[in-house]
């Protein structure tokens, strides 16, 4: 039996639950789960989201204008978010 399937077995054969909770609960399980973690790309993906080269994008990182996530010494990730967030907003106000 999936997790959804017991909780909604369980709030239907809660006596104490009140119509409303009842509903409200069934109304919530029915509802898509959001994706709360954030899309990582690589370096050549940010060079190419930024029409740049890797080089220029480690120096971005050690500017502060990037954070990387490291995986491993070969192995990093940057934000999407953070990358569109520069692409839209620029260095300074002024656009990449």
């Known amino acids: 039996m999936q997790h959804r399937q017991i909780i909604e077995a369980a709030i239907k054969s809660d006596a104490t639950a009140t119509p409303e909770q009842v509903q409200r609960v069934l109304n919530a399980l029915k509802e898509k789960p959001t994706n709360t973690r954030p899309k990582l790309i690589s370096r050549k993906q940010t060079s190419e989201l930024l029409d740049c080269c890797v080089m220029t994008v480690k120096r971005m990182e050690k500017r502060g204008l990037l ?30």
Do not use: H, W
């Open 67 to 96: 954070t990387p996530i490291r995986f491993s010494a070969r192995r990093v990730r940057i934000k999407e978010s953070q990358v569109l967030d520069l692409m839209q907003n620029g260095i300074d106000g002024e656009a990449v």
